[in-house]
Each structure stands twice: as structure tokens, then as C-alpha cells.
């Protein structure tokens, strides 16, 4: 399959990418600020009212943590190296939350004492520990939703837990002395069926309604996570078409008083901001029969190309050889 170099990027910004390469031994990867920057404010205009928390797993540059700093997002971090990533970029703790649902109780109590007050659980155990190492914390609960089908790096598994589980959960940090803050979801990565979101928020509704009258508590905050697709191959909907769905499902829940929204988008901010640079450093056949070619490059599953294990994530590939197809 040919790639149309027009549908990633414009001829000028091309040609600058071609230049910076020319001066540099590969791989290596170029990032265009100016890109992140306007999916940031793409995202900020379609959710207005939502706190954007950038997932720091999905490019944790230095450049990158700064621009986003400066253009007011907050992070999302999942582990203590990327809290002192953020944290030495002049990040202030009241915009870190800490998202991962498994964390050892030394990183838990190294968060708490750098001021990070919002931690994400999913069991009791991790319930548990926060509460004696970051006691008085706000917490949400990640709940299993379905979407698994229609992700391309599904994430319904090993993270969250079930509803009435996190139901539980809930009640039991408020004993705990914790505040139960709200709850978080994640339809997996590279989502491209909307329609995820209306059945994950339809399970939320049910538990602010569930703890509000049986246990009078008000769950303050939805975290939907993140799963907004980048540009790769195949065609996705824009940001624009995401945003009108679910905040039709959020206001058909919840009316004109919506809760405090939190987004967690990695991917879709910073995944059609980079060009990862290779050379073909082998090409060669098995045998003299062989009509399969192997090609090898200086760049590997181990080096970059993690998500395409098993082709779970397709990437476009553009070579020189194509220079005609550039408009």
C-alpha cells in the first residue's frame, strides 16, 4: 500500500523534517511542537469544560512536558519517574494525578510527600496502601468497561475493576479516610467506535446514582480516560465528531450540572506530531527460492515499534522512493 504523504503533512513541513534528517546518524525521532500544540487546543475547544491531564507514558520529552505546562494542561503520570519528570519541568503537585492502579507503597508515600493529592486504585489492597501512605487523598476508581473489540490497543484487562466492585471500594475509602473523589474509565487505545463511551457512562451514571442514595456520598468527578485515535492508516473521525457524541451521552446522564471531567489523552495529542527515522540496513532472502524479501532496518520492536507486535498498531511508512507522491 502506497502512503500519500499529503494526508500526514504539508510539503514545507516535510522538507524541513527532510533537512534536520540529512544532519543526523538514525533512528532517531523528530517531534513537531507546533502540532501538539494544535491537538491541544483542538481538544480544549471541544471539551471546554473538561481538565485535560496529558498522559506523560505516550511522550515524555522534556520539550513536550514544558510546551503542555505552558499551554495549561495537567499530567497524568504512572510512575515515580515521570512525577519527577513533570515535577523538575516547574509542574506544580495540584496538577499531577496519579493514574496507575498498581504502585508500591514507597512510591505512593515519594507522590504524597511531593504534594501529588489524587491517586487513581482498583482493588483493596491498593486502597489500602494509599490510605496509609497518602492519608486524607482523593481517589478515584477505574472501573472494567467493554471496547476491547473495537480498540486497537486494548486496555479492558489488566486495569480497573468491576462496578459493584468499585462500589465497594468507594465506601470503604471514605471509611478509610480518603475521599471518594469519582470513578475513571478507559475504552482502550486507538478507539474508533464512539458508541464505547455511551455504555461506559451509562455505568458511571449508575454508581454516582448508587452512592449518592444509599450511601449519601457525591461523587464529584468522571475521568474518561483517554482512546481518542491518531491519523495512522485506516480513516478516523476527528476530535470534533468524538466530542459532540459524548457530551450528548454525558448531558443525556447528567443533565445541564455536569460533574468535573478529567481527560487523559496521550495518542491523540502527540501521535501525528512525530516522524520516526530509519534506514534499511538489510535486505535479503532465506533461500534461492525464497519469495519472501526480509528487510531489516536499525530500528526495532524493542526501539520504538512496541505497539506493532503482533501488527496491533499499523504505522505509515513513507521512503524516498515514494518522493512522488509528495504534493
Known amino acids: 500500500m502506497n502512503m500519500r504523504l499529503a494526508n500526514y503533512c504539508s510539503d514545507e513541513e516535510w522538507k524541513r523534517i527532510k533537512k534536520f534528517a540529512d544532519t543526523k546518524e538514525t533512528p532517531f525521532l523528530v517531534v513537531d511542537l507546533e502540532i501538539i500544540k494544535q491537538k491541544y487546543e483542538e481538544l480544549i475547544t471541544c471539551f471546554p469544560m473538561a481538565k485535560v491531564h496529558y498522559a506523560l507514558k505516550a511522550n515524555p520529552g522534556k520539550p513536550v512536558i514544558?510546551?503542555?505546562?505552558?499551554?495549561?494542561?495537567?499530567?497524568?503520570?504512572?510512575?515515580?519517574?515521570?512525577?519527577d519528570k513533570v515535577l523538575a519541568a516547574g509542574v506544580e503537585p495540584e496538577r499531577i494525578s496519579y493514574g496507575n492502579t498498581i504502585k508500591k507503597a514507597a512510591h505512593i508515600k515519594y507522590a504524597f510527600d511531593k504534594g501529588v493529592r489524587l491517586f487513581a486504585t482498583d482493588?483493596?489492597?491498593d486502597l489500602q496502601s494509599i490510605a496509609e501512605n497518602a492519608p486524607g487523598s482523593k481517589i478515584f476508581v477505574r472501573i472494567l468497561v467493554e471496547g476491547g473489540e473495537t480498540a486497537e490497543w486494548p486496555l479492558s484487562r489488566k486495569f480497573g475493576c468491576h462496578p459493584d466492585m468499585a462500589i465497594d471500594l468507594l465506601v470503604q475509602a471514605k471509611l478509610l479516610g480518603l475521599v471518594p473523589y469519582g470513578i475513571s474509565f478507559h475504552v482502550g487505545s486507538q478507539q474508533k467506535d464512539i458508541?464505547?463511551?455511551?455504555?461506559?457512562?451509562?455505568?458511571?451514571?449508575?454508581?454516582?446514582?448508587?452512592m449518592r442514595l444509599e450511601e449519601g456520598v457525591i461523587l464529584k468527578m468522571i475521568n474518561m480516560g483517554g482512546g481518542f485515535p491518531a491519523n495512522y492508516i485506516s480513516e478516523v473521525n476527528p476530535i470534533q465528531v468524538y466530542a459532540e457524541e459524548i457530551l450528548r451521552y454525558l448531558h443525556d446522564d447528567h443533565g445541564d450540572e455536569l460533574p468535573e471531567l478529567i481527560l487523559e489523552p496521550g495518542r491523540s495529542l502527540v501521535g501525528e506530531s512525530g516522524v520516526l527515522v530509519s534506514e534499511v540496513v538489510l535486505i535479503s532472502r532465506k533461500s534461492r527460492t525464497d519469495l519472501k524479501r526480509w528487510i531489516y532496518t536499525d530500528v526495532g520492536l524493542f526501539q520504538g515499534l512496541i505497539e506493532t507486535m503482533g501488527e496491533?498498531?499499523?504505522?505509515?511508512?513513507?521512503?524516498?522512493?515514494?518522493?512522488?507522491?509528495?504534493?
Open 195 to 210: 458508541a464505547v463511551w455511551d455504555a461506559a457512562l451509562s455505568k458511571v451514571k449508575y454508581m454516582f446514582d448508587w
Open 312 to 327: 496491533a498498531i499499523k504505522y505509515p511508512i513513507y521512503t524516498e522512493k515514494m518522493e512522488a507522491n509528495v504534493q
Open 66 to 83: 514544558e510546551l503542555l505546562r505552558d499551554l495549561g494542561s495537567n499530567f497524568d503520570i504512572a510512575s515515580i519517574y515521570e512525577l
Open 123 to 125: 482493588s483493596k489492597a
